[in-house]
């Protein structure tokens, strides 16, 4: 396919973004080229977009962003085998060597060659986007083009919340954006004992309620730790401990409230180095600590699909915008107003 | 057995420790009393000694301190069952509750009402001392009661060594006290593809390389992390990393020469919390963390017995020294100096 | 407590039961009393009523049989810690013994000294029972009776059920009698894709499908293979096959349609040895198999307690009638004709 | 390259093989041209050799078989970034499709659409062969060209073994052909508490007690399951059974000697169905049981050349005998007789 297409791009280093038009990518012989019908907003996007000192790091202008989408296959690569032109399709976006010893044993996510879609190559807020065959997930038709969109961070919901024991379990969930509220849904959904969802703004608090938290707490509000070791006294702390804020208080919290022998997953990132206290956190606690890192490849998609399919859990109430493109602004706005769950942009 | 007992005792608040007598204890339905044969000084006794910010909060005079020890039964409960007078023991030196949560799911190790043998309740730097039942752990007659008595600190390392994977894979062990060096024997004894041992005394280090590791390198003098990653850069790291110093510039040094994907076992308590990288340690490495406590009741245990019968591992050059139970002040001056590995005392 | 209580014992060898008195028991110092308050019926309880073969070997009459109940504390010994008077309880019915490699591990489970409830001793078709302490199960005051006695069954199932993972696999269980029903809808409770239930009767596959399975074959109507293969052609087969019926029919089946790699928890007993395809079941499928008896001890009960005091999982369902103590036959007879789930006895 | 080469194969159905002449094959983008420096023969080669029924239904001819190799690479396709000419290799002998569900799961050991070296397509008893770039293990320099070749079984044995838990445990492996003898040295080389070999020769008994295992019992002559019983009394039998033969009653023996909650990795291939007590040898046993097939992908290579390479295991007692091609007669005869241990081919 030739010609331009529209884009959402940074032009240069500083805040913001801009539409423009640029060439529709053409698909290598294992590449495909797609049709993006929905994309979705990462908060990751929104630090690109407000040119945070990360970004100034790793994003080199002119830099399409965006990763997170569904969208149909327009054209294959010459050697492509398991796609067809129409697939209704959406994509890890970590594409790795598949070659180093991380790639070679099954840890692709931590692959150390990874280059990131919308970070490390140009990303999908545009029209079209070129992607390896070999990242290229087939959404079964049944699952709306909004929820395939934003599968890739219910993805990362998946890997922190089932890298150990949850049925029966007690879970608290810090940070209630769209990972945290897809935790506390996969929790409730596989069988937690309760899960307790913990945000500072009262809008993702409704929404965690929404999404089978049983239990919401206020970070600034409520005597979180009073309430939770109340809550789980019997055990003497919550089982589960799901770290999705990156917030230096609230990893202090949850490790305070997790029971001796209990499991955690950590998958917010603290933007510094903070003091910690790892004898009182992690050694005598003989507690166990996950680093969560993308999704692993490809089980973690399989079970995504699997559990998006099967209706187990109902992703909707975390979508609660939708804007063309071109409105862009408004949905950064929100995000950062944190008044919003998840923000649905169509090209 | 009725009649006075030497103790080495700490008689009131304040550095040091005194010789004295004390009644020998008796045995209730469910317990045995056990003349000592050896004992051995931990690390924890030398804090204890010295009177230390931790030992104020937590030991309560007078106190007969002391828990690494072997003995021989003299006298048994009314209900005792499993052991017989003359029989060949050691202890697990936790006193659990066995009905609060931990105990009832098999995580003895993390009771919360756990009583230690020497901190809690008077110990084993005597010429004896009563125990329950259900922690008395039966030694081969075969094994030395040298080594007998050091197996509780052995089953430190056995707890830490065996959490996860070690056969074929590389493995850096931070901190050369007996723990640490029964780590690097353990790791490489169970398959270690090579095992490199750190600490800033050069006396242990030449321990370390008694104790089968492979690599020794000198905190103070040598670029740690520099070497590591260029004997592990085909796997961007060591594969596990074991924290057996309590040190927080080498918890550092470890999880920087971690591989993405790798695992820890940390035992070292650091004295106060600190600065601390969770990002770039455990978040974007995957890495998986295990807190390490005393040891599993009573797998590690089995695992240690049978290690040491089996001749595994050579324990004995971590014993470097021996004295009368009344010449415990050069024992504890030579730990103080880190001049030693285990220290023997033989009441 | 002093006198006698209505008892339903075996007197003799030979098929049947009757009612009978016996002096009510004391507590040892370490045991409680326990009043009935319901007791349900087990397989194995029938076994016994019909003095099948294994019987024969294995009950020493004159024995009182029943062990599934839960009722009140009325007695506790001298040395009893953890439960008082008028506390509600159930009980773990495998009898330990502590000491042995097995117990010291941890698998208490597989206790090769295991003492059998209404089997070795003397049950609980009585008006009262005396346990050891350690085996007692608190109950959450909001579970019905016959829930709590049901649980035992039930720990079954968790046990078997969660042995691996559960979450967005296809699950398939053989044998809907009660702890097959647990099963299916413990594992739709924690996520599974879908479950399919597979009997030979249509009473229990209705059953089935209240306890939450999607799908229900019946065994000597449906092309169960066919079917099953149909569904989860993608993956080559379920991903989970719980076997819960001992029949020879089901294992080949369950077996045949399990993915390769998939894993399977075998808890129903076979009757005798079969010809059995290692080659095709297990080894080429690089199959992962688990032997499942009893329940852990206690993680299962505190897993099954969470359960069931969270709502996770609804039980009613599988209890199907209820009959005073005297009416036992009613029950046994249901039983065999298998036109009943779960039939509750009330002393 | 262009030209002919000499090989072995099968040119019709019917027992035996021939030399003869073959195109040099050509590698397309992604394979690579190998000169083949060493080969062994493995059991299925004998399999082929001897015409049994498996080999009717799996083998077309012509085939040339063989897949146990180390070579050169001497012409590498035009889009392989990997590997250069002058690479010394070996290759994972099961082509995976790298599609299926079991391949993007990362159990490419499963793949239902694999194609075995050598079965499926031409394999390595010849001067040259192509394999693609995925497949191909780049040797370390260090390690000789024999054990190179034999590192594919040798994975077979580094999978079986390391499956689950073995250090402290007490081993036994049925059947001491190379892979059995194999898995004596890496459960011994692992830390087993002590291994125990059974064969039916004495050949390879004492094969197997220079592969380090600590007892050896034949089990014609022996009371294989008396010795074993008395030898591990103390946990009602071995905590690991490896069974390596394919033999019912080896199988058997096995399953009655492991002890109760003990595991078991089965890879021998039963011949056909027989009467297996699955309720005995599995149910209540509460035996954890792996179906072993090839190797994982690839992990167990990456472990596989990281034991070889830090020579925790001396593989150089099981390669006995060393012909050229054009003598292989000779070597299937002693395979045939059970009179070696693996035998060489230089092509």
């Known amino acids: 396919m030739k010609g331009k297409m529209r884009v959402l791009f940074k ?38 977009y ?17 990763h997170e989408f569904s969208g149909e296959v327009v054209e294959v690569g010459s050697e492509v085998t398991s796609l067809n032109v ?27 060659n990874t280059k990131i879609l919308g970070i490390d190559i140009d990303g999908i807020f545009a029209e079209y986007v070129v992607l390896p065959e070999v990242n290229i997930i087939k959404n079964d038709l049944s699952i709306p083009p909004e929820v395939a969109s934003v599968q890739e961070p219910f993805g990362n919901a998946v890997h922190s919340t089932f890298v150990d024991e949850i049925v029966g379990n007690r879970v608290v969930v810090f940070g209630c954006g769209p990972i945290g509220l897809f935790c506390c849904s996969l929790a409730k959904s ?14 993702r608090l409704k929404l965690a309620k929404k999404m089978k938290a049983d239990i919401v707490l206020n970070g600034k509000k409520d005597d979180v730790i009073g309430e939770i070791m109340k809550l789980t006294e019997d055990r003497g702390g919550v089982d589960v401990f799901l770290e ?31 003091e910690f206290d790892i004898s009182e956190h992690i050694v005598f606690k003989g507690a166990t600590v996950y680093g969560i890192i993308g999704r692993r490849m490809y089980d973690t998609w399989c079970k995504t699909q699997s559990i998006l399919k099967s209706k187990i859990v109902d992703v909707m109430p975390v979508i609660t915008h939708k804007f063309k493109l071109e409105e ?16 649905i942009l169509i090209p």
């Not at 539409?19 to 907003?41: N, Q, T």
């Not at 408004?330 to 919003?340: D, H, P, Y």
């Open 11 to 48: 032009k240069n280093p500083g805040p913001g973004a801009e539409m423009g038009l640029a060439d529709i990518p053409k698909p290598a012989s294992k590449e495909v080229l797609i049709k993006i019908k929905v994309s979705s907003i990462c908060g990751t996007d929104l630090h690109i």
């Open 244 to 274: 999705m804020s990156g917030s230096p208080d609230a990893i202090q919290q949850g490790f305070k409230v997790l029971r001796p022998g209990g499991w955690a997953s950590l998958l917010g990132i603290p933007s510094a180095p903070f």
């Open 86 to 112: 129409g697939d209704y399709v959406s994509s890890e976006t970590h594409i790795v060597c598949e070659k180093c010893f991380q790639c070679k044993i099954g840890n692709g996510h931590v692959c150390t």
């Open 50 to 66: 407000n040119w945070d000192s990360w970004s100034q790091h790793h994003i080199k202008t002119p830099r399409i962003f965006g």
């Open 190 to 203: 596989a069988g937690a004992s309760f899960v307790i969802g913990v945000d500072i703004k009262n809008y």
């Open 328 to 343: 862009f602004e408004k949905g950064f706005q929100l995000m950062k107003e944190g008044k919003c769950g998840k923000v």
